[in-house]
């Protein structure tokens, strides 16, 4: 009978302790504006408008671990107009992070290199796609802003 209880009171701790740091995950997610994508660059925040940027047609495939392949036919804009709207203009790493935390990064050589990096317009908000990488664990959803190093 002690066994039971002993099970019962673990279960109700590990539900309790998942619960707490639920609360604090979601505390500390970064909320932007609609439309918007914070770009922090040399100790600076600069709110970029999605809509001041103009859309292009984007068209490529993606594949993904499996070896599964998807099209891309969407709008966007490339990776490196968003970061010179912001008056980003030298870097070694960009990272793109996503309103739950996910993130890829990105250097230099490969945003003026064979890779093609895009933000696609979406409902939901900006996405990360980047054409040319083996595995597609690079495109983040929701993109909420951009950190520079």
Known sequence: MKKKHIRVLLAAGVILLTGVVACVH????TSTEEGQIQIMYEEKTVSVSLTELELHPVQ??????????FEIDAMGFPLEELLASAGVTSYETVSVI???EYYAELTFAELHGEREVYLLEEEEGAR??????????????????????
Do not use: M
């Open 60 to 69: 490529g495939s993606i594949s993904n671990a499996k070896g599964e392949t």
């Open 128 to 149: 990360l796609i980047v054409f040319g990488d083996a595995n597609s664990k690079r495109n983040v959803s929701h993109v909420a802003r951009i950190e520079i190093s």
């Open 26 to 29: 979601l505390a500390t997610r």
């Open 98 to 100: 996503a309103d739950d």
